[in-house]
């Protein structure tokens, strides 16, 4: 029975002390709780304050706990009645609440996959650009000196490139490099490539590997100078930290959510081999591209060299398939098209400034 006075029913009690269940009578108002056995006499009687109710979890029995360890099994007529007035758990409650509304628990997971999704979009690549930057070199050399560590073992040989071409090739590197300055500094290095092929690859701490197949396989010394710019422009936004602070991101928090500690604290020693493996993204490609695009353009030199090499490696095959580090670089038609187009705005601008000065 319930009704604006209180509640009284018969329910199942225990005691505490034993595990024996017996009938009862309960008489609940709002301040207190009374329970008697069938004849009448009163086994407990305790302010309704000090009660609790078991918490709503599925479609699991709920019970009146009492201060002194008694429990009272209650009945669902006198649920609501009790919530009203015990607000008992309201963590739990809306647990119970999300159990029963399947399509709120739907919403909930689609906004919870939203959320990890938008935080390694968008939040762990701009985390990244900053640890990025504030990287000391110290750790870019560590991990740099063993990725090339790596790269010696299992792909390049020691350059047989002449010294004298060795020398002019470093001669057009050290201009280049005086003009990106990147902070870190840089270091130009030739190895024979082998099964890698004509290639060129940069490490965090500014080192750029040349192969001798692709100082052999460029035509002229601007078609080297473009790959050179393409690289330091790597180096000069630390894109490969980037990426591998991005990568060691998305692993950490996957580690994290999964509660696996182990993993994270094998972490560091496994961050060259990232740097092998990761590659670049397309966005970075394209960032590298338009910076050495730019390079060129603001000094009136032609984007032709540059072009003209990308498109005889990409249509030789010469970019290898070994290592993904080494084999990043994106479609080359889209590619081709949009340094071509990075040319179109660029010149457009230039238009646009020369009429604006007229
Ligand atoms: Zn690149």
Redesign the pocket.
């Known amino acids: 029975m319930v009704n604006s006075a209180g509640v009284e029913f018969q329910g199942i009690y225990f005691d505490g002390r034993s595990s024996l269940a017996q009938e009862v009578v309960c008489t609940l108002d709002h301040e207190q709780v009374a329970i008697r056995n069938l004849s009448g006499a009163i086994l407990l009687q305790v302010a309704l304050a000090r009660c609790s109710l078991t918490p709503p979890l599925g479609s699991s029995r709920r019970f009146l706990k009492f201060p002194g360890g008694e429990r009272l099994q209650v009945e669902e007529a006198t649920v609501t009645f009790l919530d009203e007035h015990l607000r008992s758990h309201p963590g739990l409650q809306f647990v119970h609440l999300v159990e029963s509304h399947w399509r709120l628990v739907a919403a909930s997971m689609a906004g919870l996959i939203l959320c990890v999704w938008a935080f390694m979009a968008f939040a762990i690549p701009q985390l990244a650009e900053k640890v990025a930057l504030a990287t000391p070199p110290g750790l870019m050399n560590s991990i740099s000196d063993d990725a090339m560590e790596f790269l010696d073992r299992r792909f390049f040989a020691a350059s047989e490139l002449a010294p004298g071409r060795q020398g002019e090739v470093q001669n057009l590197f050290r201009a280049l490099c005086g003009d990106f300055a990147p902070a870190q500094g840089c270091t130009l290095v030739f190895r024979k490539g082998g099964a890698v092929g004509a290639n060129a690859?940069?490490l965090p701490s500014g080192l750029v590997v040349i192969t001798d197949e692709l100082v052999e396989f460029a035509l002229s010394n601007e078609e080297v100078e473009g790959v050179l710019a393409?690289?330091l422009?790597?180096v000069k936004a630390r894109?490969g930290l980037r990426r591998v602070i991005q990568q060691a991101g998305v692993f950490m928090l996957i580690s994290t959510l999964l509660g696996d500690v182990a993993s994270l604290t094998s972490l560091g020693s496994t961050l060259p081999m990232m740097l092998v493996e990761s590659g670049?993204s397309r966005q970075?490609?394209r960032e590298?591209?338009e910076h050495a695009c730019g390079y060129f353009l603001v000094r009136g030199r032609s984007l032709e060299p540059f072009k003209e090499v990308l498109q005889r490696l990409t249509r030789d095959h010469h970019l290898p398939a070994l290592a993904s580090f080494l084999a990043?670089?994106p479609d080359p038609v889209k590619r081709l098209n949009s340094i071509e187009e990075f040319e179109r705005s660029y010149r457009r601008q230039q238009g646009g400034e020369l009429e604006d000065g007229i």
Do not use: G, T, V, W
């Open positions: 690859f940069a393409h690289e422009a790597h894109h670049y970075f490609e590298a591209d990043s670089h």
